[in-house]
C-alpha cells in the first residue's frame, strides 16, 4: 500500500474515480448497488480495524509511560533513601568520633 500512502490527494480521488467507473461499466443498477455496498462495508471494517488497533497501541504506550514514570519515581526514592541512610551514618559517624575525642 505504500504507492497509495505517497500520492497527493488530488490523485487518490482521481483514481478512486477511475476504480469506481471501472467497477460499475457495463453493470445494472441493481449489480453497482452491491457492488457499492459491498466495498462500503470493507471500508467500514477496514476503519473499524484500524481505530481498535490504534486504541490498543495507545493504551499501550500510556501505560509503557506510566511504567517508565513509576520507575523513575521508585529508583529517585531509592537513591534518596540510600543518600540519606548514608547521611545519618555520616553524622552518627561523626558523633562517635566526638565522644571518643572527648573522653
Known amino acids: ?15 478512486a474515480n477511475i476504480v469506481a467507473i ?3 461499466e457495463g453493470r ?3 449489480e453497482s448497488n452491491v457492488l457499492g455496498n459491498f466495498i462500503a462495508t470493507v471500508g467500514a ?3 473499524t480495524i484500524a481505530a481498535q488497533q490504534q486504541s490498543l497501541e495507545a493504551r499501550l504506550a ?18 534518596k533513601d540510600k543518600k540519606d ?3 545519618k ?15
Do not use: F, R, W
Open 1 to 15: 500500500m505504500g504507492y497509495i500512502n505517497d500520492i497527493s490527494p488530488q490523485e487518490l480521488a482521481t483514481l
Open 22 to 24: 471501472a467497477l460499475t
Open 28 to 30: 445494472t443498477a441493481d
Open 45 to 47: 471494517l477496514i476503519l
Open 62 to 79: 500510556a501505560k509503557e509511560a506510566k511504567d517508565t514514570k513509576d520507575k523513575d519515581m521508585k529508583d529517585t526514592k531509592t537513591s
Open 85 to 87: 541512610k548514608k547521611d
Open 89 to 103: 551514618k555520616g553524622v552518627k559517624d561523626a558523633k562517635d568520633t566526638k565522644t571518643k575525642e572527648n573522653e
